[in-house]
């Protein structure tokens, strides 16, 4: 129930709700450091046990003059805490991987909210998020968001597009219901019927129907990044 409530202040008192830095703060960060351009090289962004924002963000980016054109920055406080190459090496080609920023309409924050709900409407309790900001297979931002409790076990991980706010999958939660599993109707599976038929109607149907109060929260929550940086 107090998670209702945490949602709710990031709605109502957002100062209040959170004192960390979100992403899109420790972004602007580096814009200031190193230069816009910089964001333009963008690969991922991850911060570990937010409450509910992390106190540290590790910021990589696309670097050629950096060894394996590499850079990682991690921001702390409102400044570069760090700054050099990451302590475990990229597998593949940065090409391909950079987030183009001007789809980004989701903030740490945001992304929050979508995934504490869709965790309440699953029933899992937790008490921290952990975050990471990054493309997927077609090269369109998503939002990683893994909730662990107080023992720092996860117990689940929403997938969150972070262009358009979509739940895209869960794992640890309805069974681990996709988008395909939403979509896909046909003959043969309204007519399985029994008690795994049954069940699996019902997950489907609490996915379907977090998914679209999820999107209602997004309209809500959605945050232009191109807007949040070039603001004065």
């Known amino acids: 129930m107090w998670k209702s409530f945490v ?25 200031t450091q190193f230069g816009r351009g910089a964001l333009n090289h963008l690969v991922s ?13 590790k910021i990589t980016l696309d670097d050629p003059r950096a060894p394996g054109r590499v850079r990682e920055v991690e921001v702390a406080d409102g400044r570069i805490a760090s ?15 950079m987030i183009n920023t001007r789809r980004l309409n989701l ?5 929050y909210a979508v995934a504490s709900h869709t965790a309440e409407k699953s029933h899992a309790r ?8 990054r493309t997927d297979e077609r090269g369109e931002p998503i939002w990683i968001v893994t909730l662990a409790n107080k023992s720092s076990r996860p117990v689940g991980t929403i997938y969150i597009g972070a262009s358009g706010g979509t739940v895209r999958r869960t794992e640890g939660m309805f069974a681990g219901a996709t988008m395909e599993d939403v979509e896909t109707t046909g003959e043969d599976r309204d007519n399985r019927g029994g008690i795994i038929g049954s069940t699996k109607a019902r997950i489907k149907h609490a996915f379907h129907r977090t998914q679209e109060e999820a999107r209602g929260m997004f309209e809500r929550v959605k945050r232009s990044f191109s807007d949040f940086i070039n603001r004065d």
């Open 126 to 133: 937790f008490a921290t998020a952990s975050y990471t900001l």
């Open 45 to 57: 962004i991850t911060g570990v046990g937010g409450n509910p924002q992390p106190e540290k963000w």
């Open 107 to 111: 903030d740490s924050n945001g992304a």
């Open 83 to 97: 700054e050099g190459t990451p302590s475990r090496s990229i597998a593949g080609s940065t090409e391909g991987a």
């Open 7 to 31: 949602v709710a202040l990031l709605f109502v008192t957002p100062a209040l709700a959170q004192e960390q830095a979100t992403a899109y703060e420790a972004l602007r960060v580096v814009g």
